[in-house]
């Protein structure tokens, strides 16, 4: 398993998934949730301690959202939906709009210096 997380053929997050899905829980699964669990209690008391780290996960979280907003309004036709049934079709469509954010992504970091 860790083998596989760290050559990048297999993401933690897919792992996780698969192991949650299984009908038949074993003690892996409860282990990584209870570390989950662990680990997001540690970084609560830190989160709300810290305003610097407040205000940096905000700002990544604006980033995030930015994004998002820049995407919808380029993808103004078929109101947003792909409407391709084709597995092909799909991921041109996706890489198209990823091809055409970057594009005014570069375009504004250019221009704006």
């Given amino acids: 398993m860790a083998g596989s997380i760290q050559s990048g053929r ?38 709300l301690q810290s305003q610097p780290l407040r205000q940096r996960i905000h700002a990544q979280l604006n980033k995030g959202e930015e994004l998002h907003a820049l995407r919808a309004w380029l993808w103004f036709g078929s109101e947003g939906v792909i409407r391709r049934k084709q597995q092909e079709a799909q991921t041109e469509a996706a890489r198209c709009l990823t091809l055409l954010t970057n594009c005014v992504l570069l375009w504004n970091t250019v221009y704006m210096q």
């Fill in 10 to 47: 297999v993401t933690s997050s897919l792992f996780i998934s698969k192991l949650q899905a299984h009908p038949r829980q074993n003690h892996l699964t409860y282990v990584l949730r209870a570390d989950g669990q662990f680990i997001k209690t540690r970084f609560i008391p830190c989160y």
